[in-house]
């Protein structure tokens, strides 16, 4: 995303969830998220059921248009808007795509690991790094949590 090179950034407005968390934190989840994105949706997406290593994430195969999506809409969260921007919300337009994006924030907030902890707790990772720093992990999840709302509140209107 050309918005994290913004030497400005540091400025945009940030709404939501996202806005309980540093510049930096922000930053650098936005910029994990968009730099490994393909890699993402198809660990998302991927068939076969669920990550060995992660038995009880459930993926989400034939609905890659919904998940890259909602990461895309995660990024814009994450980086925000510049001050006179109109804030730019891609939200599901039905409950089916509300229920695809919760499904996939669910999934992606479970497998990231931020912690030397839940790395090695994660058979089959123990000797891997973190994903992100903690304040990162902890802004994305905000983030995809945030996402997730927004399928409870397409039922909750349906």
Request: hydrophobic content about 40%.
């Amino acid at each position: 995303h050309e918005q994290l090179r913004d030497e400005n950034a540091a400025e945009r407005v940030v709404d939501g969830r996202a806005s309980e968390h540093a510049f930096a934190a922000r930053k650098e989840a936005a910029r994990k998220l968009s730099t490994n994105h393909g890699a993402v949706v198809r660990d998302i997406t991927a068939p076969g059921g669920s990550p060995k290593t992660q038995p009880t994430l459930h993926r989400l195969p034939g609905h890659e248009d919904e998940v890259d999506a909602a990461l895309q809409q995660a990024v814009r969260l994450l980086i925000g808007r510049r001050p006179r921007e109109r804030e730019q919300r891609a939200w599901p337009s039905s409950a089916a795509q509300a229920a695809t994006w919760a499904a996939a924030a669910e999934y992606l907030s479970g497998r990231i690991q931020a912690t030397s902890e839940e790395v090695a707790n994660t058979l089959g990772h123990e000797q891997r790094a973190p994903d992100m720093s903690e304040a990162a992990a902890a802004a994305l999840r905000a983030v995809l949590s945030e996402l997730a709302s927004e399928h409870r509140r397409a039922e909750a209107t349906a």
